[in-house]
């Protein structure tokens, strides 16, 4: 049974090293009992051949308990051929697994999760910004591979029933790999990208998301930094922190009161941390509807 589970971002092929983190900081945890959502680009099926294997063969010997969210560096689980769609009872629902690396496991797009006792939706996918740099170097090199995957993205079918069916849902946490476009860091979009080139439909559908489901927190990767964004939305790229702190930050005993101090915060988050805490409350600011919402 899993007792501990741990959140991180992008760890693109490096799982290992970020497990030996997680032992060192964490050595009473034991591997069996641990759980790691990595969420997106975890890159241990993107080249697709037995340096993939290789990776989680190692990985899957160190007895940790995988979960990855689906990246846009890396292939869809139901596109390769050993996968398999079971029902894990760790998480309530469907997940893919490979037989060779049991401990490795992939949600499904669009699926509610039970993770320790919290209602997590979990939609993967995004765009790639060096999509056509990663096409044209495979080009001047005459190599089939390029690191970019064609299906990437959800579809607008895929969009379109997801959507359909997360009407009237209640969750605690959505786990996603980009992020809502309302929620983007724009302050990280790298320089040397024409944002006017970069395919947004997944970050505008993610607002739709936003807006049909009631969720609690927001916590997704793919901008690789670790910050706060907005209240209740949290980026994620080296750092992993429990599920139940994550939680307690926001809905515990007040725990945003000591430690907002700490966070790593976005320019939009820099604002809201400048109201003043008074008698163990604060206000959380809504920056898309502009309401202020009264929390303790």
Not at 30 to 59: C, H, M, Q, V, W
Not at 251 to 263: H, N, V
């Amino acid at each position: 049974m899993i007792k501990h589970w741990m959140i991180t971002g992008d760890t693109h092929g490096r799982v290992i090293q970020r497990i030996d983190n997680i032992a060192y900081d964490y050595p009473n945890y034991e591997p069996e009992e641990t759980a790691i959502i990595i969420l997106g680009d975890a890159g241990i099926n993107f080249y697709l051949n037995n340096s993939d294997k290789k990776n989680k063969y190692r990985i899957n010997n160190l007895g940790y308990q995988i979960y990855c969210v689906r990246g846009n560096h890396e292939e869809r689980p139901q596109n390769i051929d050993t996968m398999e769609f079971v029902h894990d009872q760790e998480v309530g629902n469907g997940v893919y697994v490979e037989k060779d690396y049991p401990n490795i496991h992939y949600f499904a797009d669009g699926f509610i999760y039970s993770i320790k006792g919290y209602r997590c939706l979990v939609i993967g996918g995004a765009y790639s910004v060096d999509k056509w740099w990663r096409l044209q170097q495979a080009a001047a090199q005459g190599s089939s591979f390029s690191g970019w995957f064609k299906d990437e993205l959800l579809t607008p079918g895929e969009m379109e029933n997801i959507l359909l069916n997360l009407e009237n849902e209640k969750v605690d946490f959505v786990f996603t790999h980009t992020c809502p476009s309302i929620y983007e860091p724009k302050d990280l979009f790298l320089s040397c990208v024409d944002q006017s080139t970069v395919d947004k439909s997944m970050e505008y559908w993610l607002n739709d998301v936003k807006n049909t489901v009631d969720w609690k927190i927001w916590c997704f990767g793919h901008f690789h930094a670790d910050r706060v964004e907005y209240p209740c939305v949290e980026q994620f790229y080296y750092q992993y922190e429990e599920i139940d702190k994550i939680y307690n930050r926001w809905y515990g005993e007040k725990t945003i009161i000591q430690e907002y101090k700490e966070l790593e915060l976005s320019p939009a988050a820099e604002l809201w941390s400048k109201i003043k805490f008074e008698n163990a409350e604060f206000e959380m600011i809504d920056f898309e509807e502009g309401k202020n919402e009264n929390k303790v």
